[in-house]
């Protein structure tokens, strides 16, 4: 398999996600909040984030 990385992210109200790149050793933790409402119909949902980056030896990265 060749599998750049993965992404888990969850929560109601506070969110927390968490993303690894495999290629570059680089991580990303994200802390927000969000919101979800579910109409028969249809499902709207908006969230607001703020992102760390960190290079692969755990120090702050700029990298875009």
Known sequence: ???????????????LGIQKDYKTGEFTVAFGVGANLELPEIGVGAKGQAFFKFDGNFSPSTAA
């Not at 060749?2 to 969110?15: P, S, T």
């Open 1 to 15: 398999m060749d599998c750049k990385g993965w992404e888990l992210e969850g929560g109601e109200g506070a969110v």
